[in-house]
């Protein structure tokens, strides 16, 4: 926590404390047995499904059942019991998972206040004593309420993520809701049917435990084989690159930039992924050329139909992602990375802005490396000579926003560096051969 600034530390102390605040107030009061056991079914659950998140196929990232859990909560039971339920949750969560103390309690705090205001709101807008989908006012109270808890409690942990990361704070939340929206929705279907079962009897609720561990399985089995295939497309690009000593690695320190690029212009999670396997695996197309072992050697000669070759390798490298569902959209990326942002050297009629994104991002980070490597140097670090050789393609080859964006963050790590230990500037690994 030291590594916040003094503002930011004081709001997680003001989070924990408002967590404390709200979860005393709805006590003293006895615990019927019905609702002890109530608390302790929905803690299991919630525990077992905080530190077993559903994987998603496709995409990065996984699912955390546990608010669709703490719904349940507000809906079968009062709001100080679910706000209690909440901070069990996530206090067991945390030290199964070992995170650091203030983590834990500042988690509990926001989902306690999450928790707590949309108890509060289902409660007075909505009959606590029917289900949420049995009159059009309590489907409105379970909309507002639920809406309510993962709004606040967003908003509460997206401060610190935007403080720890330097992104504005609109933006990160904009971003995080554009990638958790449809999850929340359905984490709500969830809990409106989980406590229907439950109305019905304790057994039921327990049953929908069977197809969910089902899915459970299956999409763990489904996300390993995923995962296993990527793994093998980006050892055969790490392949490739060693095959030269020219390319040692290239590719991997193309992906580190365009990420660093990706998250300062606010990508999503996901697209952030997308750029990183287009930058692991963007020299594939390669494999067409004649003698790959040659092919970017300093002062080499190429026949005529390697140099051919060479210059359709970003269209052979996107018709291998197209192919592979889990790099298919890291295709467009690959195949216009090559083309000029003034429109002079492109594959279609395109310039400029119309050249995607992620295209132009891989574009900056991929001449920067080459010019490193050129200059003997393969470095993450600031290559003066290599950001000057940059600065030449500003506005023909390279787009000038994405340009000056990549230089003030190796501008900025470079002064990090200088203020860490000036040592560090020397590090750069040189290229051998």
């Known amino acids: 926590m030291k590594r916040f600034p003094r503002i930011i530390q004081i709001y997680i102390l003001a989070t924990i404390a408002g967590g404390g605040v709200a979860l005393v107030a709805g006590f003293p009061r006895q615990i019927e047995q019905a609702e002890l056991i109530l608390l302790a079914a929905l803690a299991v659950c919630g525990v077992v499904a905080g530190m077993h998140r559903l994987p998603l196929t496709g995409r990065h990232g996984t699912i955390d059942l546990t608010g669709g859990i703490l719904l349940m909560a507000v809906f079968l039971t009062d709001t100080s019991l679910a706000c209690l339920l909440g901070a069990i949750v996530t206090v067991l969560s945390g030290a ?3 995170r650091r103390i203030w983590n834990v309690l500042f988690n509990a705090g926001a989902e306690v206040l999450g928790i707590g205001l949309a108890g509060f709101l289902y409660h007075v807008l909505g009959d606590a004593e029917a289900l949420p989908l049995d009159s059009w006012g309590n489907a409105g109270a379970l909309l507002i309420s639920a809406s309510s808890y993962w709004l606040v409690e967003s908003a509460l942990v997206t401060v610190l993520v935007a403080a720890r990361n330097g992104d504005p704070f609109l933006l ?3 971003r995080n809701w554009q990638e958790v929206y449809i999850q929340c929705i359905l984490l709500a279907l969830l809990a409106v049917l989980g406590t229907a079962a439950w109305h019905q009897g304790m057994i039921y609720a327990f049953l929908l435990l069977v ?8 999409l763990s089995i489904t996300k390993l084989k995923q995962e296993q295939v990527i793994k093998a497309i980006e050892i055969i690009a790490e392949v490739l690159d060693r095959r030269s000593p020219f390319t040692f690695e290239h590719s991997q320190r193309v992906a580190e930039h365009a990420v660093k690029m ?8 996901n697209d952030v992924e997308a750029m990183r396997r287009a930058a692991l695996i963007h020299d594939m197309g390669k494999l067409g050329v004649d003698d790959p072992s040659n092919e970017l050697a300093p002062n080499s000669a190429l026949t005529d139909y390697q140099f051919y070759s060479l210059k359709q390798h970003a269209h052979m490298g996107a018709m291998i992602a197209r192919e592979i569902p889990a790099f298919e959209e890291a295709e467009e990326s690959i195949r216009y990375h090559h083309d ?5 050297h492109v594959s279609r009629e395109h310039s400029a802005d119309g050249i995607p994104l992620g295209a132009r991002i891989l574009a900056v980070a991929d001449c920067y ?3 490193c490597m050129a200059n003997g ?3 993450l670090t600031y290559d003066p000579k290599a950001v000057e050789q940059l600065q030449e393609l500003k506005g023909s080859q390279l787009d000038p926003t994405i340009l000056a964006l990549f230089i003030s963050i190796l501008e900025a790590e470079r002064a990090a560096a200088m203020l860490a230990s000036p040592s560090l500037l020397q590090t750069a690994s040189p290229v051998t051969g």
């Open 211 to 218: 197809p969910a561990v089902s899915v459970y399985q299956l």
């Open 96 to 98: 199964l998972t070992r």
């Open 172 to 174: 990160t939340y904009i």
């Open 369 to 371: 490396d080459c010019f």
């Open 262 to 269: 990706a998250r300062r212009l606010g990508l999503t999670v």
């Open 377 to 379: 140097e393969a470095t």
């Open 340 to 344: 000029w942002y003034n429109g002079r």
